[in-house]
Structures are given as structure tokens and as C-alpha cells.
């Protein structure tokens, strides 16, 4: 049903519908890694930091920084607040309103976890991957490879739908 993909691919295509997302993921993680050593540095000043800058991946796939980039080259964002944690397979439910219009039905679309594993599936398969994989207490993106949206479910219970 679903197949592993290269984080190359997803970071390609979140780059096609947000240009400038990766100069503007690495700026951020380079300025938030700055600082994280700037205090440890304060603190412990006779220690080395033991804070790695983020790769390219992690920073492009970090949710915070592509909303902040979506805002900033002006795509329309939809906000929902997910109120509470839903039942189990009720998530898929949640999604199922945002999909006919969010993703293709012929689009294979991509998924990338909480843990930043990234996968490839059909978008016919995609509530039922919802409802085994996907989980609200970590940041879940989901992108189609034709259709210009992208979902993103942010672990502080929010629901993102970003029009590019």
C-alpha cells in the first residue's frame, strides 16, 4: 500500500510549492543552533556544546518552519483547532472532509511521520493510512505530488491546510 521514499523527493516537492523553503529551513535552524550554543556556552563556558546543527532534511521537514515560510510568501493557510485527541481510527474521519479537494484521487501523495520517515502512497489508500499510521501527538505532513496543498497536523492540536 505504502513505499518508503527519499526525503530528497519530499524536500523537492515541498520546494516546488514553497520556494525559498530551504534557504529559509537552514537559516532558521543555523540562527536557532547559534543560540542554543550562545547559552550553553554562558553556562557552561569551560564545555564543549553538545548541540549538532540540524541536517538540510530535518530543518525543511521541521512543521514550524514551513508554516512560518508558508505565511511569508503569502499562501493561504487554513487553521483548524482539533479539540480533543481522536478516538482511535476516528482521525481518518477528521481528514476525510479535507481530502477531496486537498489531493487528487488518481495523485500518489507523500507523507512524511512525526519522526520524519518519509513515505509514498496512492491517494485511494490514503484515510485508511491515516487511521493505522498516523498519530496527533507528533507533527504528520502530507503533501500530493500533483495537487498544490499540503496538510499538516501539528502535535499542539492543530490542523494546517496550506494553499500554495
Known sequence: MY?????AAVLLRLETLLPGLAAYAEGRARHAH???VALWNRVHPDEASPFK???????CLDVDYIIEHATTIGAKIEKRRIEAEPEEGDL???????????VNPNEDVLFVSHEQACSRMPSAGLQQFI???VVLSGDEILAGTTTARIIVLHHEGWL???QC
Open 92 to 102: 481518518g474521519n477528521l481528514l476525510a472532509p479535507l481530502l477531496p479537494g486537498a
Open 131 to 133: 487511521e493505522e499510521r
Open 53 to 59: 546543527l540540524w541536517s538540510r532534511e530535518s530543518a
Open 34 to 36: 547559534s543560540m542554543r
Open 3 to 7: 513505499m518508503q521514499e527519499q526525503p
Open 160 to 162: 494546517f491546510v496550506l
